[in-house]
C-alpha cells in the first residue's frame, strides 16, 4: 500500500506513527509536562523524521536525559512556567540540533 503513496503522503503518515510513538506512555507512569512539551516540540519540527519508528522511544529517552544534563534551564523553565516562550523554543530547538548531531540513531 505505502509504494502506492506520493512522496508527501508517505511523508505526512510516517510523521504521525512517530507522533504517536511518542505520546505513548506507560500505564500509570504518565511523562512530566516538560518532557511531553520537548517531545511534542521535537516531532512537530520533525527532528524525528529521520529516527526509525522502531527507535523513537530511545530517541525520546535520550533527548529528555540530554536535556536534563547539558540544558537543564529549558526544563527547568517549562516546567516552572508551564510554557514555552519563543526565546525558550529557540533554546529548546538549538539544544534538540546539538542532541541530534551526537546521537545518531539508526536502524
Not at 525520546?60 to 540530554?66: A, D, H, R, S
Amino acid at each position: 500500500f505505502s509504494s502506492d503513496l506520493d512522496k508527501t503522503t508517505k511523508a505526512m503518515l510516517d510523521q504521525g506513527v512517530r507522533i504517536v510513538e511518542t505520546i505513548k506512555q506507560p500505564l500509570y507512569q504518565p511523562l512530566p509536562v516538560e518532557y511531553q512539551v520537548v517531545t511534542v516540540f521535537a516531532v512537530i519540527h520533525k527532528f524525528l523524521a529521520s529516527v526509525p519508528v522502531k527507535k523513537v522511544k530511545e530517541w525520546q529517552k535520550l533527548l529528555i536525559n540530554f536535556l536534563e544534563v547539558q540544558h537543564p534551564a529549558i526544563i527547568q523553565a517549562i516546567r516552572d512556567t508551564k510554557d514555552l516562550d519563543d526565546k525558550t523554543a529557540e533554546g529548546l530547538k538549538t539544544a534538540i540540533e546539538e542532541f541530534k548531531r551526537q546521537h545518531e540513531v539508526g536502524e
